[in-house]
């Protein structure tokens, strides 16, 4: 049996991991897949029978992902994750826990799991599929399907947590980091994507600046990363465009621009916003 970072989602106790279930000191028993991760969404909180990314979109996104498009972003994630790591020093008797909301298809919480193979790391997501395909490559990670909004972790339980693209659940966040402990959060900046948005929209429009404090935590730091990607087809093109929000709010004559590309270059650009648990 191995006892899981995770909690109940239904009474809060502590997770022991048997063969095909994971149980609580209280009954409560949750499926652990073929692929090893556990199902932590209570039907009351599912707002469709799958929520999330869907097959597709998982696919779409680990094959741009995996082509090195966002490799610089991926590569500052891990420098900050390994900074915030130093500072906080050895943890007295426990492994430095941390944990990816919102994980997707793995590719950020694959990466930390490599630049902190010391670490204990979970990651979860409400995409039961993205969550598969993560179990399915990354084995040194515990998975979960679960949401942001009720994280399934005990109150202080993770030194680091990290957010990238992922919905925004700052109390939650503040309620399971440990105090000292940090949040990382990416979020897009003014220019990112401005190349794909020029083919969807007649009239483009920069992403708003975040200068946001949370309740819990304190600011530390911002770090920028930009750069330039060619993105050779509309293969390319769509997979990128199924990753973004603009694929929920874009009208058929900008898909179909979309689909007719023979090949464009478009700016790319995150902010990683470091934040302490105060």
Known sequence: MEELMFRCPLCGDGLVREEHRAVCGKGHSFDVARQGYVHLLPVNKMHS??????REMVESRRRFLEAGYYAPFQE????????????????????????????????????????????????FDISKLAVKAAAGKYK?????????????LGEESVHLLTNVFSPLAAEEFARVVK??????????????????????????????HRETEYPGFRFVERTAVRGEIYLPDAKTALDLFSMTPYYWKTGVEGVRRLEETKGFSTEIAFDFLVYQKT
Request: net charge negative; aromatic share 10%; charged share 20%.
């Open 49 to 54: 029978k799958l929520p999330g990314d869907s």
């Open 76 to 123: 500052e994630l891990c420098r900050l994750v390994k900074q915030c790591a130093a500072a906080l020093g050895a943890p007295r008797g426990e492994k430095l826990a941390l944990c990816d909301a919102g994980c997707g298809e793995g590719y950020y919480t694959g990466a930390m799991a490599r630049a902190l193979p010391e670490g204990a790391l979970c990651g």
């Open 140 to 152: 040194t990670v515990q998975w979960a399907v679960a949401s942001s909004f009720a994280i399934p």
């Open 179 to 208: 105090p000292g402990g940090y949040f990382l959060y990416a979020v897009p900046g003014e220019r990112h994507l401005f190349g794909l948005k020029e083919i969807l929209y007649q009239d483009p429009y920069e992403n708003p």
